[in-house]
């Protein structure tokens, strides 16, 4: 027998992965997107979600702009700090800003959000100051904020986990009995098209699912997971997979602030009356790079990126307001006005964060330390002040 020649490695990536896999059509219904904002700027009515907006008068519209832009000018500014060589490293959310501010705008005191590592415009709605984001990643502090003041869980990095925290939480929220009516509590789980081939994200569906825990799965499909496009994570759009778990899902176009909070409002509704989960997958586009680490241009097309400028989540609020007359000049100039001291004030704090003391990693382990934590903080005490003999 002749033995088979391995076949070329681009060959057998091509076999592996058909060309085609991205025509293959939805295998359940017609995509349906909830766009109640077109990127013109023009308010498309919709028979379901409209009353979640029946209190957004004009100087909401005008608040979410504001939101908009400061976050993106935090994010633009953190993007700066990190090249100048300020932060370790950075996760822009460049594109992702109304998919945040609207979800984030939707959330209840008394609800609980678990983001992942880029959720800065969730960060913002829950009254996290902006520096305590940057001290993380400048790697000043070892958590950066108190979750319980903010209701605002800290940072995870391992991609999906916190979909498991968000949905074990929730069924707590039910077995404390605070779900039932218009004033329960309900979590937030956010995580990426990537993570949503994780074990976890799928543990969590069936967990929320069979416990009908008052839990939102907040997808926020960018449509990359770092250079991994999103036809190579699924077959069909990510929120047709909530029916197969049997819990409802729905996709919001994620540059659309007014339908992001619409559409979250709604789920957290649903969750708080007892009516158990919802998947919402926020279609949107990661305007940067993953991580200030990453080279978006070695793996994607430029023309992609221009398409997705004329669907800005900012602009289409600007033409909004303007267009209605719900704002004019001056208001805009303010607005720029407040980004400018935000972005000096972000910028100053970050400079002159103070270095953590090197023993300093030992305080944040455990409330109350443990004897082997102990006894490192110790070893390393002894071995930090063999430096200070030899300078002697
Ligand atoms: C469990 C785990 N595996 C791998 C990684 C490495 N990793 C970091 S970010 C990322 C991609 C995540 O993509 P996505 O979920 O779409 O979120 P996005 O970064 O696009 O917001 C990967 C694979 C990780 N952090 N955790």
């Known amino acids: 027998m002749t033995p088979k020649s391995a076949p070329p490695r681009a060959a057998a990536r091509e ?4 060309p085609d896999v991205a025509d293959i059509p939805p ?27 029946a209190d957004v008068d004009d100087e909401t519209l005008r608040s979410l702009y504001r939101d908009l832009v400061l976050v993106r000018r935090v994010d633009v500014e953190a993007t700066a700090l990190q090249r100048q060589g300020e932060l370790g490293i950075w996760a822009s959310l460049l594109g992702q800003e109304a998919a945040q501010v609207g979800s984030g705008r939707a959330l209840l005191p008394q609800d609980y959000a678990f983001p992942t590592y880029r959720e800065h ?3 913002w709605c829950r009254g996290v100051d902006p520096l305590a984001l940057l001290g993380l990643f400048r790697g000043a502090t070892n958590g950066g904020w108190d979750p319980r003041e903010h209701g605002f869980h800290l940072y995870t990095i391992v991609i999906g986990s916190q979909t498991l925290h968000a949905t074990g939480y929730a069924m707590g929220i039910a077995m404390d009995g605070a779900v039932g009516d218009a004033d329960g509590a309900a979590t937030i789980a956010y995580f990426g098209d990537g993570a949503s081939s994780q074990g976890d994200v799928n543990e969590a569906f069936v967990w929320a699912a069979v416990y009908n825990a008052p839990v939102v799965f907040f997808c926020q499909n960018n449509q990359w997971a770092i ?14 997979r909530a029916r197969g778990f049997g819990f409802p899902g729905v996709r919001v176009d994620g540059n659309d602030v007014l339908a992001t909070l619409a559409v979250t409002r709604k789920a957290l509704t649903d969750a708080r009356t007892g ?20 080279d978006p241009t070695r793996y994607r097309l430029s ?3 221009e398409a997705w400028k004329l669907k800005d989540p900012i602009e289409r609020v600007k033409a909004h307001l303007a267009r209605g007359g719900h704002a004019d000049a001056e208001f805009f100039a303010s607005v720029d006005a407040d980004a400018d001291v935000l972005a000096a004030r972000v910028r100053t704090g970050c400079l002159e964060m103070p270095d953590p003391g090197p023993l300093e990693i030992f305080e944040a382990v455990y409330a109350d330390p443990t004897v082997q934590i102990s006894q490192q903080r110790q070893g390393f005490s002894t ?3 063999g430096f200070a003999e030899e300078s002697a």
């Open 275 to 294: 009516q158990g989960p919802t998947l919402v997958e926020a279609f949107t586009y990661r305007m940067g790079a993953h991580t200030t680490s990453d």
């Open 121 to 123: 415009g969730v960060a």
């Open 303 to 305: 023309s992609d990126l």
């Open 227 to 240: 250079s991994e496009p999103l036809e190579r994570q699924t077959r069909i759009p990510l929120y047709q």
């Open 383 to 385: 071995y930090l002040d």
């Open 27 to 53: 295998v359940l219904d017609e995509v349906e997107l909830v766009q109640l904002l077109t990127p013109e700027g023009e308010r498309v009515p919709h028979p379901v979600y409209d009353r979640y907006l």
């Open 15 to 18: 076999a592996a992965f058909p």
